[in-house]
């Protein structure tokens, strides 16, 4: 049931038994505000249901999520977890991101993940938005130079670029594709297929489509909720106009949102893991539960007509 539902892969061959479903180790998780026992505790939690994929990176959640991450694995046998961080983005000592995609910001970058992450090799490392300029031979010297090291196992790239994703089918340095693939973003559904040809493991990064399809995102009832909302209405404002097209995913019986958005992607059989980031058990609970759970066809296809 848990593991990635294709044949072996890159990923497989490297070790690992992917989860389809991963934990964002990232957003409120992360963020300081949010205590720090209950935050390991969910990791803790999803260990016991059989995820072994989770993700962070280095300037998530304020630089906070990475680190607590590595205290919540601390102590784990992590020798099958396909834990993945990001090179790439990095914030200034005022806080400001930026983009630096040299040699010694990339050792640098992977040095301090394994650092706080507690790990002598990361088993993926996904560049972190790059443009199309940024994927140079240099660069990908770099990589293989590390992975030649034993620093780390698996390359991929995290990216929304319409530019840059279909590009990637054809750079062997890349084992592994995070895109923005959801009930919201069926639009994906050609470049995965493309990907998945190409021997790409394809994962589904905001596979809850930030919720906005479900009737509780406006009606927040703790902090964790009003940042959340705040966070989908400065950021995803056309998503969320787009999912007023499917108000009768809210009258199912038998399911809750979160689940018919997971179920959505997992009759893609070009997808192997769907990530989602949550700060509470029984969400995380609720979402292991989609696996065994299948939408109907007439139901994939209502979906479908309403959203395309």
């Not at 396909?82 to 630096?100: A, E, N, R």
């Not at 989602?276 to 299948?294: C, G, P, Q, Y």
Request: proline share 4%.
């Amino acid at each position: 049931m848990w593991q990635a539902a294709i044949d072996e892969n890159c990923v497989e061959r490297a070790g690992y038994r992917p989860s389809s479903l991963g934990l964002g180790c990232a957003s409120a998780w992360g963020q300081a505000w949010y205590e720090e026992r209950r935050a390991i505790a969910l990791v803790e939690r999803a260990l016991e249901l059989g995820i072994t994929v989770f993700d962070t990176g280095p300037t998530y959640s304020g630089g906070n999520a990475e680190p607590r991450l590595g205290k919540a694995l601390r102590g784990k046998d992590t020798s099958r977890l396909l834990v993945s961080t990001k090179i790439g983005t990095h914030s200034s000592s005022q806080g400001h991101l930026y983009k630096d995609w040299s040699k010694d910001a990339v050792l640098r970058s992977i040095d301090a993940s394994r650092s706080r992450l507690g790990l002598d090799c990361i088993p993926l490392i996904y560049l972190h938005g790059p443009k199309v300029g940024d994927l140079t031979a240099g660069l990908f010297d770099t990589l293989e130079e590390v992975r030649s090291k034993g620093m780390v196992r698996l390359f991929g790239v995290n990216s929304f670029d319409d530019d840059v994703l279909p590009r990637l089918a054809t750079m062997p340095t890349f084992d592994v594709v995070m895109l923005d693939y959801n009930l919201l973003r069926i639009r994906r559904e050609p470049v995965i297929e493309q990907l998945h040809r190409a021997g790409k493991f394809i994962v589904a990064g905001a596979a809850l489509a930030n919720h906005l399809h479900a009737p509780r995102f406006l009606l927040p009832k703790a902090r964790v909720d009003f940042w959340y909302l705040l966070r989908a209405l400065k950021n995803y404002r056309d998503d969320y106009r787009l999912a007023r097209r499917v108000p009768f995913l809210n009258d199912l019986s038998d399911w809750t949102p979160a689940q018919v958005a997971l179920a959505f992607i997992a009759m893609n059989k070009s997808v192997s893991v769907s990530m989602f980031s949550t700060t509470r058990i029984e969400h995380l609970e609720e979402n292991v539960r989609s696996l065994s759970m299948a939408l109907s066809s007439s139901l994939n296809d209502r979906i479908r007509q309403a959203l395309q």
